[in-house]
Nanobody, 124 residues
């Protein structure tokens, strides 16, 4: 049974950094893309970043480009989201998700397996 577990969230001041981890177990995901999402209080969930199945393609939402970096690989069964220069508007519950994507040319269009999320709070 597939399980995804996020960790690394916390409370940080504006301008600070956090590194989130998404570790999965139970099912090999070598042909699966990974996505990071966040949901702020009172707002809809939004996609933050994603990577294709073999890492050949990554994408970031405009508001985090240049500040967030996604890394990791299926051999480690762990993916990371390095978040630098954090802003209060980055506050939210960050979740990772996965879905089959066998082309390595893009990220999955939708996701059906999700972790429970980790809270990130950016405040002074």
């Amino acid at each position: 049974q597939l399980q995804l577990v996020e960790s690394g969230g916390g409370l940080v001041q504006p301008g600070g950094s956090l590194r989130l981890s998404c570790t999965y177990s139970g099912v090999p995901l070598d042909y699966y893309g990974i996505g990071w999402f966040r949901q702020a209080p009172g707002k809809e969930r939004e996609g933050v970043s994603c990577v294709s199945s073999s890492g050949g393609y990554t994408n970031y939402t405009n508001s985090v480009k240049g500040r967030f970096t996604m890394s990791g690989n299926h051999a480690e069964m762990t993916f990371y989201l390095q978040m630098n220069s954090l802003k209060p508007e980055d506050t939210g519950v960050y979740s990772c998700a996965t879905e089959y994507e066998g082309t390595d040319r893009g990220c999955p269009a939708e996701y059906h397996a999700w972790g429970r999320g980790t809270q990130v709070t950016v405040t002074s």
